[in-house]
């Protein structure tokens, strides 16, 4: 997981809904990336850093995660978090983005692109929380953990031991080659996340707002959404069956092309970048031409 070297600046923007941060990288029309539970915009790195030739290329982190600064009673579903990024782009003077999203991020996305079909230049969704297939049965143990209260132990013994992050137990499945995931990016997503207790608390709460009436409830509006939209699915997730990637290819009239990574898991895009990155290219290429 070797990429050319970022130039990363961390900002931060107010909203509404918090002091959102984000990484940007690049000029152009925007990409915006939205990266899911437990992770942050370091996800998004290697697109940032390979991608900014051609577009102002903005990871956002969301509500309960990375350095956003949130009230302690803000809502944090995937929902609320649809609406931090419109209010985020907003704050940033931003008409249209090339939206991308994995995960969480990617339901969110979906909500997005449901409520602001304007704002949207074009979608790209990976596997991902799809209808009213989530919380997917594979995280369920992880979800009743949080709710029982050891989130706070269970995030420390990821940190203090990697070994505990890469397990079969934790985020081990989510990675096609977990090993090959480095101490420091697991820093990266989970130091912030025991920064304070209200930060895990923030957490606790985006975990128990997994709610798939989220979801099902835009349905209507993805079968009228005319945006671009490339779907890419690794084939070996435990987590986001590939059928749910023809799911959205059926649902979404604006799909423009359905790709499966063989053998890719959750987080290919960190660890798939450079197909992935290739995907985004051509995508974002057929979508210029097509409005010229």
């Given at each position: 997981?070797?990429?050319?070297?970022?130039?990363?600046i961390?900002r931060?923007?107010?909203?509404?809904?918090?002091?959102?941060?984000?990484?940007?990288?690049?000029?152009?029309?925007?990409?915006?990336?939205?990266?899911?539970?437990?992770?942050?915009?370091?996800?998004?790195?290697?697109?940032?850093?390979?991608?900014?030739?051609?577009?102002?290329?903005?990871?956002?982190?969301?509500?309960?995660?990375g350095?956003?600064?949130?009230?302690?009673?803000?809502?944090?579903?995937?929902?609320a978090?649809?609406?931090?990024?419109?209010?985020?782009?907003?704050?940033?003077n931003?008409?249209?983005?090339?939206?991308?999203?994995?995960?969480?991020?990617?339901?969110?996305?979906?909500?997005?692109?449901?409520?602001?079909?304007?704002?949207?230049?074009?979608?790209?969704?990976?596997?991902?929380?799809?209808?009213?297939?989530?919380?997917?049965?594979?995280?369920?143990?992880?979800?009743?953990?949080?709710a029982?209260?050891?989130?706070?132990?269970?995030?420390?013994?990821?940190?203090?031991?990697?070994?505990?992050?890469?397990?079969?137990?934790?985020?081990?499945?989510?990675?096609?080659?977990p090993?090959?995931?480095?101490?420091?990016?697991?820093?990266?997503?989970?130091?912030?996340?025991?920064?304070?207790?209200?930060?895990?608390?923030?957490?606790?709460?985006?975990?128990?707002?997994f709610?798939?009436?989220?979801?099902?409830?835009?349905?209507?509006?993805?079968?009228?959404?005319?945006?671009?939209?490339?779907?890419?699915?690794?084939?070996?997730?435990?987590?986001?069956?590939?059928?749910w990637?023809?799911?959205?290819?059926?649902?979404?009239?604006?799909?423009?092309?359905?790709?499966?990574?063989?053998?890719a898991?959750?987080f290919?895009?960190?660890e798939?970048?450079?197909?992935?990155?290739?995907?985004?290219?051509?995508?974002?290429?057929?979508?210029?031409?097509?409005?010229?």
């Open positions: 997981m070797v990429g050319k070297k970022s130039s990363l961390p931060s923007v107010q909203t509404a809904s918090g002091r959102i941060s984000y990484m940007e990288q690049g000029t152009g029309p925007v990409a915006l990336f939205v990266h899911g539970v437990l992770l942050n915009g370091y996800l998004w790195r290697y697109q940032l850093a390979e991608l900014s030739d051609i577009r102002r290329c903005i990871a956002v982190d969301l509500l309960a995660h350095d956003t600064e949130i009230a302690p009673d803000q809502d944090v579903s995937v929902t978090n649809a609406r931090m990024l419109k209010e985020f782009i907003d704050a940033l931003i008409d249209q983005v090339d939206l991308v999203g994995n995960d969480s991020g990617g339901g969110i996305a979906q909500i997005f692109a449901a409520l602001y079909p304007g704002r949207v230049r074009s979608l790209t969704l990976t596997d991902c929380d799809t209808h009213d297939n989530w919380p997917p049965e594979a995280f369920k143990p992880f979800l009743a953990m949080a029982s209260g050891g989130l706070r132990g269970t995030l420390d013994a990821m940190l203090s031991d990697k070994s505990v992050y890469r397990s079969a137990q934790a985020l081990g499945p989510a990675y096609e080659h090993e090959q995931l480095s101490d420091d990016s697991i820093e990266q997503y989970l130091s912030q996340l025991v920064r304070s207790e209200q930060r895990t608390r923030d957490l606790q709460r985006f975990l128990a707002a709610d798939n009436k989220q979801t099902v409830a835009v349905e209507a509006q993805l079968k009228m959404l005319k945006a671009p939209t490339l779907i890419v699915w690794g084939t070996d997730d435990m987590y986001f069956d590939v059928k990637s023809r799911w959205l290819a059926d649902t979404i009239p604006g799909t423009r092309r359905r790709v499966e990574f063989k053998g898991r959750i290919f895009p960190e798939r970048w450079e197909e992935f990155n290739k995907e985004l290219r051509a995508h974002w290429q057929a979508v210029q031409e097509e409005a010229a």
